[in-house]
């Protein structure tokens, strides 16, 4: 507070007012004296007596008419020479012992003040809204120009990003919340977020209406009307000098998703920020991709680049938005690591590493399967979902007996199945344990040591005895063996003899590289006689394939980045008024391009107008619900949102959820879509 401030403020406490609560104080000309002349001191900056007079005052003539303003300026006189903690006891006690008085604001206002400036903005900032709270229509204009002008200059100087969301929160009254959306909007204009201020602006208007503070959201308003519209920038490969491509087909289908989004989102009137697209053609080039992001991060109009369609034009614009600052978010793109480029950069389709995350949190922790094997292709991109798999499996405490690797294109999976086979017939049989022969002592301690008795083991020796694990050590007799190096014999009859099931095996999880492979799996599968649930990737969703091999892949388990409900959440609709616009149905492409348009377009309608705070509002995405699929970013800022299907009885239906979010133990890139 200037010296100005402290002026006026002591000039109103020279009128005495009168206390709210019931207490009786009685007039006294020497007390009446002895506080002029107290005054008199502190408007001549002697502060020391000044806080010595108000203190005779209080103590001298402690019912007398100045008490309340005795204790105030006594708090004030020793804020004044920097004495800090005897200023907020002071104040502390006069709001005790008189809470119902006239001078709570200035209290409040020099306690606000002095949280302050000892680095407790946070709690300053609660100070100086309670007094603003406790302002009436009979304050003195300058007692409140004072406390909005200490609010004002803590929120712009002290309080970080975030800190004004907070308080808003948890304001009690419709005139803190009034100022605090005003906050927000002069700090979001400040920052350069037209969106952001426009939209704390309209929620002031909305709630609170005209008020002392029109003037200034007036100000606001017409700051951020000078602002031009944001511009999002587009990488898709449109290749329209090339000939026709699948590549060029999905381009297009993405970027026709994303152009409807924008569409749809100018309709709304609600919507105060305008928005336009800005579209290159990524070639299906990295270079030309890099340079095109380069061209876009360098236009300061631009404030986030969706696209490109595939990884590695996706990792190559990734590092230069990331190095510049634009966020980058690619709608398709799965390979592992795109989004690991910088905090900027976010996959809406989640990567290898989610997918086989996710089935591997279905399995253990929803199914409870806790003995796994795995069947995978070694030479394509399946053998990062295996991998990623079996970590997630092992990390959620799960076994996998066996992993079966083998070349795309192969038809005969028997070496693979064969070792699983053993594995899986390994694993349920008893183990034998022999006592013929010579046993070596440190192995007899061992018997001990897993609660065998001596007795026991005497006996055994002496009959030269092979006994069942289980009889001698109990159900938990292979963990036991697993702990200590005892030689173990096992029954093998049934290994190789395919008219024995093997049913200790919970689940397979055989992750194919394509839609081909569905018959040649299933149909080995079933034929070495595994009776466990087969559990696959997203190329398993092939209906064709799958009614095909009926036979075999009937009840096999799948994950899925698309699952359109078509019996609700107005997809209908949706599909009818795209097909009336491009004159065809939506693909699963353009569900990509749409989704994620619209969400990149519904945070910036809600404020997040700039690079900053609109990578900040990607990050926090969670649970957004799609027409393709549900979008949550994870930690590492991938979407880890997976639905979980079944082929079974010549249909496929969606079985569960499924989040792959992670974050730990990430490794390379790999190559994607």
């Not at 007039?27 to 007079?53: H, I, K, M, P, Q």
């Not at 199945?417 to 022969?437: N, P, Q, T, V």
């Not at 616009?581 to 107008?609: E, H, M, Q, S």
Request: charged share 25%; with cysteine.
């Amino acid at each position: 507070m200037n010296r100005l401030s402290l002026f006026v403020c002591a000039g109103l406490l020279l009128a005495p007012l009168p206390l709210r609560a019931q207490e009786r104080l009685q007039f006294s000309a020497n007390g009446e004296a002895l506080f002029r002349e107290a005054v008199a001191r502190f408007d001549s900056g002697r502060f020391r007596e000044a806080a010595v007079g108000f203190d005779r005052c209080i103590t001298e003539y402690p019912s007398g008419h100045r008490i309340t303003a005795a204790w105030v300026m006594k708090g004030k006189a020793l804020a004044r020479l920097g004495e800090n903690l005897d200023a907020a006891r002071t104040l502390r006690t006069f709001m005790a012992r008189f809470p119902g008085s006239a001078y709570l604001p200035d209290a409040e206002l020099t306690l606000g003040e002095i949280f302050v400036r000892v680095e407790r903005p946070a709690e300053g900032m609660e100070m100086l809204l309670a007094a603003y709270r406790a302002l009436g229509a009979a304050s003195p204009p300058r007692l409140v120009q004072s406390v909005v002008a200490a609010m004002d200059s803590t929120v712009d100087t002290k309080l970080p990003r975030g800190g004004l969301e907070k308080l808003l929160a948890g304001a009690g009254t419709a005139q803190e919340r009034a100022y605090l959306w005003l906050k927000i909007a002069e700090r979001e204009a400040m920052a350069g977020n037209s969106a952001g201020a426009s939209v704390a602006l309209d929620s002031l208007d909305a709630r609170y209406g005209a008020g002392p503070l029109a003037g200034r959201a007036a100000q606001v308003r017409a700051r951020v009307a000078v602002r031009g519209a944001v511009r999002l920038g587009v990488l898709v490969p449109l290749m329209k000098n090339a000939e026709p491509s699948g590549a060029r087909e999905v381009g297009t289908e993405v970027a026709e998703g994303i152009a409807y989004a924008l569409e749809r989102y100018a309709e709304d009137p609600s919507h105060r920020v305008a928005v336009t697209l800005e579209t290159r053609d990524t070639e299906r080039d990295p270079r030309t991709a890099a340079a095109e992001a380069r061209a876009l991060a360098d236009d300061p109009s631009v404030v986030a680049v969706l696209g490109p369609v595939f990884s590695p034009e996706a990792t190559a614009a990734a590092a230069v938005a990331s190095a510049r600052h634009l966020p980058l978010v690619t709608p398709t793109a799965n390979a592992d690591g795109i989004a690991a480029a910088g905090p900027g950069v976010f996959q809406t389709n989640p990567d290898y590493a989610a997918r086989g995350r996710a089935m591997a949190r279905y399995a253990v922790m929803q199914r409870g399967y806790r003995t796994l094997a795995v069947l995978a292709p070694a030479d394509t991109y399946a053998k990062y979902l295996a991998d990623a798999f079996a970590r997630e499996a092992l990390r959620l405490g799960a076994r996998i007996i066996a992993t079966q690797w083998y070349q795309r294109g192969t038809s005969d999976l028997k070496p693979q199945l064969e070792a699983i086979r053993r594995a899986g017939m390994l694993e349920g049989a008893d183990a034998k344990l022999s006592f013929a022969g010579k046993v070596k002592p440190s192995t007899l301690m061992r018997y001990v040591q897993l609660g065998v008795p001596l007795k026991r083991i005497d006996s055994l020796m002496n009959r030269s005895a092979v006994v069942s694990a289980r009889a001698l050590l109990g159900p938990r007799a292979r963990a036991l063996l697993d702990s200590v190096d005892i030689p173990v014999v096992y029954d093998e009859s049934r290994v190789d003899s395919l008219e024995y099931p093997v049913e200790s095996i919970d689940a397979i999880y055989a992750p194919i590289s394509g839609a081909d492979e569905i018959g040649i799996v299933s149909s080995q599968v079933v034929y070495f006689h595994f009776q466990a649930q087969l559990l696959g990737s997203g190329e398993w969703n092939s209906f064709a394939e799958l009614n095909a091999n009926r036979r075999y892949a009937d009840g096999v388990i799948f994950e899925s980045d698309t699952y359109i409900d078509t019996t609700g959440g107005g997809y209908g609709a949706f599909a009818d008024a795209f097909a009336a616009r491009y004159r065809k149905r939506p693909t699963k492409n353009t569900l990509f391009g749409y989704d994620t348009a619209a969400l990149v377009l519904g945070l910036i309608g809600g404020g997040a107008g700039t690079r900053e705070t609109l990578a900040a509002a990607l990050a926090g995405v969670q649970g957004y619900r799609g027409y393709h699929s549900r979008i949550s970013m994870g930690p590492d800022r991938v979407n880890g949102a997976l639905t979980v299907l079944k082929y079974a009885g010549d249909e496929i239906v969606r079985v569960a959820d499924v989040d792959g979010s992670g974050g730990e133990g990430m490794h390379e890139g790999a190559p994607g879509r």
